[in-house]
């Protein structure tokens, strides 16, 4: 795999193999990882990562808090309300996914139930949560985002997928109290980490728009 296959063939896994993953694997992509970028060196990520008890604990956890409405923003993904083309580009996804699952648009429990697999790491071995002290700023969160690729990418070298997860910030309280992570720092994402099954939503490829949509060449 050259790394035009790592990126362009790389998408987001939502059923995983219950084998295991072994955490010298693990460590190795995160150290490759660090190699990121960031401003002057800052290095502001942080990365817990979840196996076992703890992980069955979390996704315990959070179903409770679902079924008690307790959720709590660990910050706004999105404005609300999301305009175009934004929001065609959300619905055309979650649609595309409902389909691969077999749920109908108005099928509201069985998308509830689909919804749910989120916080059980889609069956992946590994969650990995990254994490940066809450006081840095616009700068931070890039460097972040690109360790986290880095992460993706590296990956699918040892033969395993990912799915990146901002949904668990929708539940930012519970993360935080059942592992241990201080108020002072900011959970930026979650990520499911393992060995991808075969299942019909995997085989979902978002589209992306043509270069002529978001780049601009001046001479």
């Known amino acids: 795999m050259n790394v035009t296959q790592a990126i362009t063939e790389r998408h987001s896994i939502r059923r995983f193999l219950p084998k295991k993953v072994p955490l010298e694997i693990v460590k190795k992509i995160l150290r490759d990882a660090c190699r990121a970028p960031s401003g002057t060196n800052t290095q502001p990520w942080k990365v817990t990562c979840v196996i076992g008890k703890t992980k069955e604990r979390l996704s315990k956890a959070i179903k409770e808090a679902i079924k008690n409405d307790q959720a709590d923003l660990e910050y706004q993904y999105m404005p609300s309300p999301l305009r175009e083309p934004y929001i065609s580009r959300k619905r055309k996804i979650g649609y595309s996914l409902y389909e691969l699952y077999g749920i109908?648009?108005?099928d509201y429990p069985a998308r509830k139930k689909a919804m749910l697999r989120n916080f059980e790491f889609f069956g992946a071995p590994?969650?990995?949560?990254?994490?940066?002290?809450?006081?840095l700023l616009y700068g931070s969160w890039l460097d972040v985002?690109?360790?986290?690729?880095n992460v993706m990418i590296l990956a699918r070298e040892h033969g395993l997928e990912s799915c990146p997860q901002q949904a668990w910030c929708e539940f930012g309280s519970t993360v935080h109290k059942v592992l241990n992570i201080p108020q002072e720092e900011i959970i930026v994402s979650g990520m499911s980490l393992g060995f991808a099954a075969k299942a019909p939503e995997n085989t979902l490829i978002s589209e992306r728009a043509d270069i002529d949509e978001f780049s601009v060449f001046l001479d």
Do not use: A, S, V
């Not at 985002?145 to 690729?149: A, P, S, V």
């Open 126 to 135: 590994i969650g990995l949560f990254f994490r940066m002290d809450r006081d």
């Open 104 to 106: 109908e648009k108005d």
């Open 145 to 149: 985002g690109m360790f986290m690729q």
